[in-house]
């Protein structure tokens, strides 16, 4: 019966039980506050109902019981708040080192690759206790990728990357939604995410080789020619890519950005929205050359080029199987 | 409460001054143009409820048998457009709010009384070209319309935008007119302090659709110019920002949900003070926190963007400012449940309405606190919980408050009582079907089941509080359907209502039921405070006299 008719989301990421935590929180509060205001209402109601001869008090207000009930609740709105912008913020701060996987949605499909090369198409194989960062974009329209039972969403756009993270801590399989509304078969934007022992993970890893994604950029990037101005000795007319990702870059109207992964992303697809300082405004833009699996290739391949930065190093195809940091050894792992 | 049964003879009044279709479509007076929207608005909300019908009956099953997937999405978009744009928005300020302001603070007619029509036909043409769209295949863009989708979508959303569009211009005529009026035309004696706060919630709804409605024009007009010339105002590839539009977008219709909460909050606080015989607890509280929701509900757009991409910071801000707008809707509901004590209180029709709302809006405000935390938003937003959140605020408290004002002033407005035993009966029914149709879509949606899913066999778990949801809507169905049955029947059979059925207290109540066409027989002067039940219970003292 329970299997039919759940009355709680299954709790299956390290952020999970945070947020129930909250929402308990806030169903106490809000019990509190409701069974007041009705306990109040039906006793009032039935010991002050009418009866003839009997008039209504004259009462003006109160000025204590207004301030009272203005500031007691908002100091507990505030409680919540703060607890509530606790979570966002450890929602949005993925761990270093986290394993990457690039996910493109299009109208109604999730194609998900990993860095290390497997590709995926509505469903993704994770293993247990490591840290999953997502690194998403959109093909068309806007989607949502939503996975109730790690309590986890984010909106995934056109045009750039949005970033969500997760640490799965109990294998199974969970449903993936996409739950920003897209078109005719939303509906059936679903997949699965299927955690595994890292055993079976690794047996899955296994079963299913590729190069990695930033190989396969490499390929791109030799393929469109980036690298005759992308020179590696810096004598190129383009300024060179090694050590680039994760550091801040001087533009040339004098602001500094970090080159993260929509700036890459900005970089290859809008060259002239940022001009590096030092360099002229010559990059002809790849816009409509390259598909957004390419883009993917080719940001993984420049990430590679920064061994130091997180979500550099891992994608190096020699240590494809476990990311480095993962600080559970494999094989160690508890649920 | 015990009915004054007066001696009722038949007068000249605004109903039976003038006969014939052309006296009813080119009139100009407040109420007969109240009757005009009651009649369009109610056309409306049965068309809204159809599609709400067969979206329920849909659900009932996991599979998408019952409609095309298409189909189900034109579904809840024209649901959504049609019940926010031509029912809700204008419902209660369009028709009780025509009917009665210029009544309340003793005018003969609004400010402007030939824009108050201009308005009608224009939420009419605005109607048309929505009954047009859907005519000719509708609209799936959701009643949000986000871009890029509804730019490139191949189905009406021009059609339907152009709607919206017309219909907004309704929308802030009526904004405006409702403010000059309150202004200007305000009897001697009627202070701002001595203001219903019917009129005082008006007035602040007035000043939403002034600032709020022309950015949803505009922002209308940008999806059409970017569907058609492909401007690039949203388009990433042609270098737009497609967030824009939800900023755009939200800034008119978060304060939107105020616009059809609020009015519902004056109707409530007529309502109580009438049956606990007793002026409001903190009216001026009641009356400047109107006022602030007005204010501080232009600042919390982006709350409704928490997982969309925006920055870290600025979500950080929208969501302690949601938290700030809480409050006063807070307050109403403390000041509303203090007026019952040492009240003496009457279970009429209009009361029971008006426990149902403050009950639902209460659930409904709670929730919105879940929805405003960041952490909890991310999971829940975009599920059925959100789904389960508005509907209790705007369809438990705005239409729970508008069907408690319709009774309330029924016979004012029609000079006939309705069947109080049915009108209770039909109370009841609402409440229960309301709550056995949206209570389980919060555990739905914190289990996650997204929104606008036409088909969920991927998770037939969700199927028995769907059941269960669609069982409710049955009920709340019939419970809608009753008072549109027994208020037509009361037309013809109803007793004759005194002046003042309720012995309420405000000036619409010391004139003639129906009223006369200039409102009152004689120019009134406000001499006592409002809610002055103390007075009027007195067994001395004579109702104040009006006029000169
Ligand atoms: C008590 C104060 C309230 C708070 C703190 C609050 C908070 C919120 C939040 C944070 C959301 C966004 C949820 C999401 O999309 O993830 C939301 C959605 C919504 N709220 Fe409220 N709310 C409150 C009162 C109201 C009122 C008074 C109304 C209407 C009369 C209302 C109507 C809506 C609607 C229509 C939506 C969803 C719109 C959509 O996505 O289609 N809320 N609310
Ligand atoms: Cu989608
Ligand atoms: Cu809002």
């Known amino acids: 019966m329970l299997n039919n008719f759940p009355l709680w989301p299954a709790r299956a990421s390290s952020i999970a039980g945070n947020v129930d935590a909250l929402f308990i929180f806030l169903l106490i509060v809000a019990g509190v506050m409701s069974l007041l205001v009705f306990v109040a209402i039906c ?30 609740p908002l100091g507990v709105f505030m409680a919540i708040f703060v607890w509530g912008a606790v979570i966002y913020f450890q929602e949005h701060t993925p761990p270093r080192d986290a394993a990457e996987v690039y996910v493109v949605a299009k109208q109604w499909m999730w194609k998900l690759e990993h860095a290390e090369g497997q590709r995926e198409l509505n469903e993704l194989h994770v293993p247990v206790d490591r840290d999953v960062r997502l690194i998403m974009t959109s ?127 900005e970089s290859i697809v809008d060259p002239g929205a940022k001009i590096v300082n030092g360099y002229r405004p010559i990059m002809p ?35 494809v199987k476990v990311a480095p940091g993962n600080n559970s050894p494999v094989g160690n792992q508890v649920q | 409460m015990s009915t004054v049964k007066a001696q009722v003879t038949e007068r000249t009044n605004y109903l039976n001054a003038d006969y014939g279709v052309r006296s009813w479509l080119l009139t100009t007076d407040h109420k007969r143009i109240a ?52 029912f809700l928005i204008p419902s209660i300020p369009a028709v009780l709010g025509n009917f009665l302001i210029p009544m309340m603070i003793g005018a003969k007619d609004l400010a402007f009384p030939r824009i108050n029509l201009l308005s009608w036909y224009l939420y009419i043409i605005g109607g048309a070209l929505m ?55 305000r009897a001697p004696g009627m202070t701002w302090s001595r203001l219903p706060l019917f009129v005082w919630a008006h007035y602040a709804t007035s000043i939403i659709q002034l600032l709020g409605t022309p950015v949803i024009a505009i922002t209308i007009l940008l999806v059409a110019a970017e569907r058609t ?39 409530i606080s007529e309502v109580i003070a009438c049956y606990a015989r007793k002026r409001i607890f903190g009216y001026s509280f009641v009356a400047f926190s109107s006022i602030a929701i007005a204010v501080f509900g232009f600042l919390v757009w982006a709350h409704h963007m928490f997982v969309a991409g925006i920055s870290l910071y600025s979500a950080l801000v929208f969501s302690m400012l949601s938290y700030a707008v809480a409050v006063p ?50 999971h829940v937003t975009d599920t059925y919980f959100v789904v389960a959140h508005f509907h209790y605020i705007m369809v438990g408290g705005a239409v729970m408050g508008y069907l408690g004002g319709m009774h309330f002033w029924w016979p004012k407005i029609s000079g006939k009582l ?60 019939i419970g809608y359907l009753l008072p549109m049955v027994y208020f037509l029947w009361s037309l013809r059979y109803g007793d004759p209502a005194p002046d003042n059925p309720w012995n309420a207290a405000g000036l619409e109540w010391k004139t003639a039921s129906p009223p006369p066409t200039f409102n009152f027989d004689s120019d009134p002067v406000v001499t006592w405070e409002a809610y002055n039940y103390d007075e009027i219970d007195a067994p001395h003292i004579q109702e104040a006299p009006v006029g000169r």
Not at chain 1, 165 to 173: E, L, S, V, Y
Not at chain 2, 132 to 149: E, I, Q
Request: proline share 5%; aromatic share 14%; charged share 10%.
């Open chain 2, 35 to 86: 009757l005009l929207y009651l009649i369009s608005i109610t056309f409306f909300f049965f068309i809204g409820g159809f599609y709400a019908l067969l979206i329920r009956l849909e659900l009932l099953t996991p599979a998408g048998d019952l409609v095309q997937a298409d189909t189900y999405n034109k579904l809840f978009t024209m649901h959504g457009m049609v019940m926010v744009f031509f």
């Open chain 2, 329 to 378: 809707s807070a307050v109403k509901v403390f000041n509303w449940t203090a007026t019952l004590y040492k009240g003496s209180i009457h279970y009429d029709a209009p009361m029971l309405y008006a426990f149902g709302f403050i009950g639902l809006f209460t659930v409904g405000g709670l929730t919105g606190l879940f929805l405003a935390a960041l952490g909890i938003d991310v």
């Open chain 1, 139 to 265: 093909q068309d329209v806007i989607h949502s990728f939503f996975v109730p039972a790690f309590r986890i969403k984010q909106d995934v756009l056109p045009g750039r990357y949005t970033v969500i993270w997760f640490r799965a801590t109990k294998p199974g399989t969970y449903h993936l939604f996409c739950a920003e509304y897209c078109g005719t078969l939303h509906s059936g934007m679903v997949g699965n995410i299927v955690v595994m022992n890292p055993a079976d993970y690794e047996a899955w890893v296994n079963s299913n080789p590729g190069g990695t994604l930033s190989a396969s950029g490499e390929k791109v990037f030799n393929e469109l020619g980036c690298a005759t101005c992308h020179r590696m000795n810096g004598q190129g007319s383009g300024p060179a890519l090694q050590g680039v990702f994760g550091k801040p870059v001087l533009l040339e109207d004098g602001r500094s950005v970090e080159a993260d992964e929509n700036y890459l992303r």
């Open chain 1, 43 to 72: 006793v009032f109601a039935t010991k002050y109902r009418h009866r003839p001869g009997v008039n209504a008090a004259k009462i003006e207000g109160s000025l204590p019981l207004e301030i009272a009930w203005t500031v007691i």
């Open chain 2, 418 to 477: 309705y069947p109080e035993g049915w009108a209770k009966l039909a109370a009841l029914i609402v409440f229960v079907g309301f709550n056995l149709t949206f209570f389980p879509q919060f555990i739905l949606g914190y289990l996650g089941m997204p929104r606008r899913y036409w088909d969920y066999s991927h998770m037939p778990e969700f199927q028995v509080l769907n059941v269960a949801s669609t069982a409710g809507a049955t009920i709340l169905g």
């Open chain 2, 131 to 185: 009954c047009h769209c859907m005519l000719t295949g509708g609209a799936d863009t959701g009643w949000t319309f986000y871009v890029p989708f509804s730019a490139i979508t191949n189905t009406k959303f021009v059609e339907a935008g152009l709607a919206i569009f017309v219909a907004g211009f309704s929308s802030i005529l009526t904004g405006l007119n409702f403010v000059v009026t309150v202004h200007r035309m």
């Open chain 2, 229 to 267: 010339l492909h401007l690039g105002i949203f388009d990433p590839k042609l270098g737009g920002d497609p967030l824009l539009f939800q900023h755009l977008f939200w800034f008119y219709s978060h304060p939107a949900v105020y616009i059809m909460i609020l009015p519902a909050m004056g109707v």
């Open chain 1, 285 to 319: 833009t790849f816009q409509g050359l390259v598909n957004e699996e390419q883009l993917n290739a080719l940001v993984a391949y420049v990430k590679s080029l920064s061994p130091a930065a997180p979500g550099g190093a891992e994608t190096k195809p020699s240590e």
